[in-house]
């Protein structure tokens, strides 16, 4: 990995408080409708450079929220600042050239490329600037990029997998490849839509173990996940969504003894 970025797997760089309490993505009044359904609501939130985790029943809007932040949707309505960049509205690839990354399932072409392949495309994916550099120095460049993918994979715990190809990864083993490639790509905030999904509760630690880690090293991590039981205990922050509204915020597990967040899981289960 690259030195003196934040990014050294090798480097121990623990943040102070007011650090962590640095302002990353603020969305202000975000408003999204499908037709008649008005998916997001006046959805104003701040992520912190820390773990901010989205929760809310089905439907509640948490991935139209991210789809909005991240391009991937237009916004009707509101603001999304990312430090002190307005991005609202932009298209997904400049969005992701802020240092904003969305991990996605490995697709199908890339289960085919190994381990390590998979790393190196998402570095070279990142931008011109690293493709022209590459052709003015592709040695020295592709020696340092096979470095910092194989750091990351040491950080990961998948390196002995480098040369294996993805599909024969397990699912928590592609979810940590998932979280390779965002780290290969610098990212500033890394936006994750379920990463712990169907993974087995040992696993699911292990991914959120790397993920506090990260955080600790001045990576912002936007959450979306349904296994509270699981997740609560690693997270600094917690939205809670309903009907496209924010409902209800608070500090990890503390969030749960909030009435209204009572009262919309038990509408879901009803
Ligand atoms: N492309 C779309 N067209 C029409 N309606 C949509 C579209 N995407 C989402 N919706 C609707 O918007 C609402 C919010 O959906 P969203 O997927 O954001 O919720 P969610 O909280 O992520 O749900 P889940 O936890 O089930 O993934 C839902 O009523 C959904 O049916």
């Not at 999204?32 to 773990?51: M, P, Q």
């Not at 399932?105 to 600037?129: C, R």
């Not at 349904?226 to 597990?253: C, P, S």
Request: glycine letters at 10%.
């Amino acid at each position: 990995m690259e030195t003196g970025k934040g990014q050294d797997m090798k480097v121990s760089c623990k943040q102070n408080n007011r650090e962590r309490n640095k302002i990353e993505l603020v969305t202000r009044n975000l408003t999204k409708s499908f037709g008649e359904l008005r998916a997001l609501d006046e959805v104003s939130i701040e992520v912190k450079s820390c773990i901010t985790l989205i929760i809310g029943p089905n439907g509640s809007g948490k991935t139209t929220l991210i789809n909005v932040i991240t391009g991937f949707l237009g916004a009707d309505k509101g603001r999304i600042l990312f430090g002190e960049k307005e991005v609202t509205n932009l298209p997904p690839h400049d969005i992701f050239k802020q240092g904003i990354v969305r991990t996605f399932q490995t697709s199908q072409p890339l289960l085919k490329l190994t381990v390590l392949e998979n790393l190196l495309i998402a570095e070279a994916n990142y931008g011109e600037s690293i493709i022209q550099s590459f052709k003015r120095n592709w040695l020295a460049k592709e020696e340092a990029l096979v470095k910092k993918a194989l750091s990351t994979l040491s950080f990961l715990g998948i390196e002995h997998m480098w040369n294996e190809p993805a599909m024969n990864l397990s699912g928590g083993q592609l979810r940590l490849l998932e979280i390779g490639r965002a780290l290969m790509c610098q990212a500033k905030l890394i936006i994750m839509d379920e990463p712990i999904a169907g993974i087995a509760p040992d696993l699911s630690h292990s991914i959120l173990k790397k993920i506090r880690e990260l955080s600790g090293r001045g990576i912002s991590f936007l959450i979306v996940e349904h296994r509270l039981d699981l997740v609560l205990g690693y997270v600094d922050r917690v939205y809670v969504m309903a009907g496209g509204r924010i409902v209800a915020e608070g500090r990890g597990k503390e969030v749960l003894e909030n009435p209204r967040v009572v009262e919309v899981y038990l509408g879901d289960q009803g």
